[in-house]
């Protein structure tokens, strides 16, 4: 994703800054609302390293501007976005539906690039064929060709994914797949796993030293805090909230501080993003 992004920066900010109309260029639409979040949020860092070092050099330069449209967008913000466009759009495949039948509309007519993040989401999908038209509307709006980056960690097979992020077009009345370049960055990735039973005897039974356990978790739960003070950071994976919850709460509970914290779907949009921030 940096990778795409940085390709269109180099772009943003030092070619000259077209019309205040003509503003909007690149678009970025993540078919994972709390993805979108995210990617604005990492994008400061690079903005800023960018601007800092163009400044050592004394190199002239624009500072992009980054607006973020999904349904928790308020609404003061999408009229300022319609007012005064950024640079960069991130949004996601149903709120570019409805920009594209709506006023919007105007400040997407001179996009140039369009990033595709998790494609693999998209393209078995409804959400994927329902993106697809409003790529070709957009298309259509702009006039003329526009770049497409579709990015995936685990898209396959990538001849499917490469036809669909091209689409098709007229060439001499008859349709052919827009031309598109696959660029196959996967390798064997470097893996270690370890299997850590904190039991010799998988029953519940005692031993001489020790009483019965009511629950194996009463041998996991030293274990795993033994793990998350050796580490930075420390992702336990669970099957549900109950779990998630309970677990939280045993391990914070043995540590004698607030160590671990609950995640799932289901938490408030602050309490979320808090968590995820830490």
């Given at each position: 994703?940096?990778?795409?992004?940085?390709?269109?920066?180099?772009?943003?900010?030092?070619?000259?800054?077209?019309?205040?109309?003509?503003?909007?260029?690149?678009?970025?639409v993540s078919p994972i609302k709390a993805l979108a979040v995210d990617v604005e949020k990492n994008l400061r860092a690079p903005l800023e390293g960018i601007?800092?070092?163009?400044?050592?050099?004394?190199?002239?330069?624009?500072?992009?501007?980054?607006?973020?449209?999904?349904?928790?967008?308020?609404?003061?913000?999408?009229?300022?976005?319609?007012?005064?466009?950024?640079?960069?759009?991130?949004?996601?495949?149903?709120?570019?539906?409805?920009?594209?039948?709506?006023?919007?509309?105007?400040?997407?007519?001179?996009?140039?690039?369009?990033?595709?993040?998790?494609?693999?989401?998209?393209?078995?999908?409804?959400?994927?064929?329902?993106?697809?038209?409003?790529?070709?509307?957009?298309?259509?709006?702009?006039?003329?060709?526009?770049?497409?980056?579709?990015?995936?960690?685990?898209?396959?097979?990538?001849?499917?994914?490469?036809?669909?992020?091209?689409g098709l077009h007229r060439v001499n009345g008859v349709r052919q797949q827009r031309p598109v370049r696959v660029i196959d960055a996967s390798g064997p990735?470097?893996?270690?796993?370890?299997?850590?039973?904190?039991?010799?005897?998988?029953?519940?039974?005692?031993?001489?030293?020790?009483?019965?356990?009511?629950?194996?978790?009463?041998?996991?739960?030293?274990?795993?805090?033994?793990?998350?003070?050796?580490?930075?950071?420390?992702?336990?994976?669970?099957?549900?909230?109950?779990?998630?919850?309970?677990?939280?709460?045993?391990?914070?509970?043995?540590?004698?501080?607030?160590?671990?914290?609950?995640?799932?779907?289901?938490?408030?949009?602050?309490?979320?993003?808090?968590?995820?921030?830490?």
């Open positions: 994703t940096l990778t795409a992004f940085l390709h269109c920066l180099d772009r943003l900010m030092f070619t000259p800054a077209p019309d205040p109309k003509a503003r909007c260029r690149v678009l970025y601007a800092r070092q163009a400044e050592q050099r004394g190199d002239p330069f624009t500072r992009p501007q980054v607006a973020i449209r999904t349904g928790d967008t308020p609404a003061k913000e999408r009229a300022r976005f319609l007012r005064q466009s950024a640079d960069i759009l991130i949004t996601t495949p149903e709120s570019l539906y409805l920009m594209l039948t709506s006023g919007a509309r105007e400040t997407l007519r001179h996009i140039e690039t369009v990033i595709l993040d998790e494609i693999h989401v998209l393209v078995p999908s409804k959400r994927g064929a329902h993106l697809a038209l409003s790529l070709e509307r957009l298309q259509h709006l702009v006039g003329r060709p526009i770049q497409r980056v579709g990015l995936s960690a685990t898209q396959r097979p990538l001849d499917e994914v490469a036809r669909y992020l091209a990735k470097s893996l270690s796993l370890t299997v850590d039973v904190p039991v010799e005897d998988m029953r519940l039974a005692g031993s001489d030293e020790a009483p019965p356990m009511r629950s194996l978790w009463q041998a996991i739960h030293p274990r795993l805090l033994e793990l998350i003070r050796a580490h930075t950071s420390t992702l336990l994976f669970v099957n549900n909230r109950r779990s998630a919850e309970r677990l939280a709460a045993a391990l914070n509970e043995l540590a004698h501080e607030n160590l671990v914290a609950a995640h799932h779907g289901s938490l408030a949009k602050d309490q979320r993003a808090l968590i995820e921030d830490a």
